[in-house]
């Protein structure tokens, strides 16, 4: 059976992350969506909200399983058995950071492949970082996101202090 991995921050997962994730699992026997732990940006969700709302997103799905993982993605693909990558490509900036990955992981990893399945187009300009910023600034997330992704960003922001903003503004380049 070909068991893949999925792995990113999903820091929330979006409709984006799902339509990557949901047309691997179409494809591979065993898709492990992999939760990185210690992402060098900035963060809004510790990592056990990270994998829980993974879980209920992917819920319906039972070839699909979500773990966390900290270390060399590589590492964990080999842990878990698997023989690629899947990673989700939208702009012409997605495919210079996918493919410098992809050669450095191959590098490290020559056994493994790696698999990008391109953004469906209604997702091509959604990131995480454009998600939390239109629910920090009370937009409407309903076509972004599922219902418990939306309620988790809503009880986060109501907490939240304005120099949020920048933080999130900032957080990442590429997301
Ligand atoms: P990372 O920090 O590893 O890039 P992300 O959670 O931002 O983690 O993204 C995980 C994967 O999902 C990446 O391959 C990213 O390109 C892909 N992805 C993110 N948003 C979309 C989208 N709207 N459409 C398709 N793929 C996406």
Redesign the pocket.
Known sequence: MTIAV??????P?????I??ARRAAALFGELVVAV?DR?S?QILFPTAERVAMCREAFADLPNVRVSAYRGLTVDFARQVGAQLI?????ALS?FE??FHMALMNKKLAPDIEFV?????LE???????TLKEIAFLGGDICSLAPAHVQAALRRRFESASDAEVPLLSMS?M??
């Open positions: 999925y792995p990113g921050t999903f820091d997962v979006h409709y984006g992350h339509d990557i990185y992402p940006k899947v990673r989700g490509l939208r997605d950071f996918e990008c399945l391109m953004t469906s997702y091509a300009y959604l990131s995480a970082t990442t590429r997301d």
